[in-house]
């Protein structure tokens, strides 16, 4: 039997719906939080087939290498940084890091478009508002249908923000299982009103209280926000993000959550006009990473959240231009 090892977030459960549809296989799940992205090690050494969607290659080198010296045949897919590539006959590997693209619609163009809107789906979690609207209509799909996906590619997206399971409303391997085999979202939302109406309402309500919130530093090019100690807050985080990157798009956000342990759980969002610069920002602190539109650091020392957020605004004032 195989492994299936990917996000929790909208963008790897629907890359692999898609994939699962095409290439139909009895597998083991490996998933977690959207943060969790370190998931190669939960992997055994003797599998023989791992598929690998939307968690980054440069976070599971050592990993990966054991699988491949253990003869495993890895199929890897994702958009996010991914260090140097390992050459071997074992790996199939497809890694573009374009800011305009990602994991679900990766897999969409190796499939040639065959579950067209669930790639949208992950499109629109992963906040390509412009590349999805723009696939959806040269798709010849409706504006309910477009409509529909994108609200379906949100709720899956928030779900998958938290410290642990316990801060989300449905566990990425659970809501998988109601997810694969369906051909269309829609054919899912059908059989699943109920589970779709419980994300809505959570994301809704702490969408609300989201909108109480006010920045602890702003400029005309960057912003941060400082969000409560609190599960509603780990899990609107990320949403946040897209959300004020798109009522914003010239200017840069940082989202910061407090976790557990004493850290901060943040989430970067570049100007969406000006998409790149995130992960290169990330990457200066540990656990940071990403890709150059969308970044985040899993556990920012609070020792260091100065040097964060006085890094943050020079950056993107220096990159306004």
Known sequence: MGFDVFNGDADGLTALVQWRLAHPQATTLVTGVKRDIALLKQ???????????????????????????????????????????????????????????????????????????????????????RTANALARQS????????????????????????????LIIPPAVLYRHLCGFSTPDDFMRAYPDMVMELANAYQHDRERAQTLSPELSDENAQVYLLPDTAWARRISGMLGNQLANHHPDRAHAVLTPMPGGEWMVSIRAPLNRPTGAAQLAEQFVTGGGRAAAAGINALPSASLSAFTDAFMTHFSAHAD
């Open 43 to 129: 992997v055994p050494t003797d599998t023989e087939q791992v598929t690998v969607l939307d968690i980054s290659m440069a976070k599971n080198q050592e990993p990966l290498a054991t699988l491949l010296a253990s003869g495993a045949h890895v199929f890897y897919a994702d958009h996010h940084q991914s260090g140097p590539i390992p050459d071997s006959p074992l790996l199939d590997a497809h890694i573009h890091t374009r800011a305009n693209t990602c994991t679900a619609l990766i897999i969409d163009k190796l499939l040639g478009g065959q579950y067209r809107e669930w790639a949208l789906v992950g499109a629109y979690g992963d906040n390509l508002d």
């Open 140 to 167: 010849g799909i409706d504006e309910h249908t477009r409509a529909r996906l994108e609200q379906l590619g949100h709720y899956l997206n928030y779900n998958s923000y938290g410290a642990s399971l316990d801060d």
